[in-house]
C-alpha cells in the first residue's frame, strides 16, 4: 500500500501541487480586477480546476512517452520532479491502463467543473482544454522525429493556457489576457529548454530531439537565455496592466532569472541547469503570489 501511494505521488508530481491552482488563480484574480466582483466559490473552482487539469496532462505526458523513458540512464531530472525518484509507469508499479483511466477521470470531473460556469466562459475554458492535452500529446510524440522545434514550439502553448484559461472563467478574451500569454510563453520555453539541458543524456538515450539533442549544449544556453530576455522584454507591455505591488514581485523575479542566467553561463554545465530550475519555478510562484496580493490589496 505504501509503495503505490508512493508511486501516484510520483505520477502527479505531488510536491509540485500548490503552484498550479496559484497560476491558474493568477489569472482570474486579474479577470475580478478589471471586471469587478469576487467569488470564493469560482475562486476555489478553478483553483480545483488548475489542479487537477494540471495533474491530467502530467499523467498524459508520462502515458504518451512511457516506452521511451524505459530506455532512460540517469535520473538526476526524474529526482527532481518525482518526490520519491521514480518513473512509475517504467517501473511497473502503475501499470499504463491505469494511468490512461486516471487520466481520463481527472478529465471527466474537470469538464464537469467547467460546465457550471456560464456561457460564452465554459465553451472558452472547454476549447482549452481539449487544445492543451492535444497539443501536448502532439509535443511527446512530434519530438521523436523532427529537424526543427516544431513540438517545442507548439507544444508549450499548453502551459502557456494555464493562466489564461483561470482568466477566461470570469472575464473575456480582451487585451490584457493577450499580454499575459505574450508575457509567458517565453517563460515557458527557457523552461523547457532548462529541462532539456539537464536531460540531454536521457533524450540522447530516447532517440528525441530534444532542444539539447538538436542544438547542443552552448545552443540550448542561448535558447534559454534569449527566451529568459524575450520574457523580460514581453514584461515592458505587460507590467502596466497591473498593479503595484505585482510590479515589485515581477522585478524580484526578474533579478532572480538575471542572476540564474549569469551562473548558468558561468559553469556551463547541466550540472548548473539543475541548481537554477529551482530558481525558475520560484519565480513562477513570485508572480503568481504578486498577482494575488495585488488584487487583496
Not at 175 to 197: E, K, Q, R, S
Request: charge should be neutral; glycine fraction near 8%.
Amino acid at each position: 500500500m505504501i509503495e503505490t501511494l508512493k508511486a501516484y505521488l510520483d505520477l502527479t508530481r505531488a510536491h509540485f501541487l500548490p503552484a498550479w491552482p496559484l497560476v491558474s488563480c493568477s489569472g482570474l484574480l486579474l479577470a475580478f480586477a478589471n471586471y469587478g466582483g469576487f467569488s470564493w466559490a469560482l475562486t476555489i473552482k478553478v483553483a480545483l480546476m488548475g489542479l487537477l487539469g494540471f495533474e491530467a496532462g502530467f499523467i498524459l505526458n508520462d502515458y504518451v512517452d512511457r516506452n521511451r523513458d524505459r530506455l532512460d540512464v540517469e535520473n538526476t531530472l526524474t529526482r527532481y520532479w518525482r518526490p520519491f525518484k521514480e518513473r512509475p509507469i517504467p517501473s511497473g508499479k502503475v501499470s499504463s491502463k491505469i494511468a490512461f483511466s486516471l487520466f481520463i477521470l481527472l478529465v471527466a470531473i474537470v469538464s464537469v467543473l467547467i460546465l457550471t460556469l456560464p456561457y460564452p466562459n465554459s465553451l472558452y475554458v472547454f476549447a482549452i482544454m481539449i487544445y492543451s492535452y492535444g497539443i501536448e500529446a502532439f509535443y511527446q510524440v512530434k519530438k521523436r522525429n523532427q529537424g526543427y522545434p516544431t513540438a517545442q514550439l507548439l507544444g508549450r502553448t499548453d502551459f502557456t493556457l494555464f493562466p489564461v484559461a483561470g482568466y477566461l472563467c470570469y472575464g473575456q478574451p480582451d487585451m490584457t489576457i493577450l499580454l499575459y500569454m505574450v508575457f509567458f510563453y517565453p517563460w515557458t520555453m527557457a523552461h523547457l529548454g532548462l529541462n532539456d539541458f539537464i536531460d540531454l543524456k536521457n533524450d540522447q538515450a530516447r532517440d528525441l530531439k530534444s532542444i539539447a539533442v538538436l542544438y547542443g549544449e552552448k545552443g540550448t544556453m542561448y535558447w534559454i537565455t534569449g527566451f529568459t530576455a524575450l520574457h523580460v522584454l514581453a514584461a515592458i507591455f505587460f507590467l502596466p496592466e497591473l498593479g503595484e505591488i505585482a510590479l515589485y514581485g515581477f522585478l524580484a523575479g526578474f533579478v532572480l532569472l538575471a542572476g540564474a542566467n549569469l551562473y548558468l553561463w558561468r559553469e556551463k554545465s547541466p550540472g548548473a541547469g539543475m541548481k537554477i530550475l529551482p530558481v525558475y519555478h520560484g519565480v513562477l510562484i513570485i508572480y503568481a503570489v504578486s498577482i494575488i496580493f495585488d488584487f487583496i490589496h
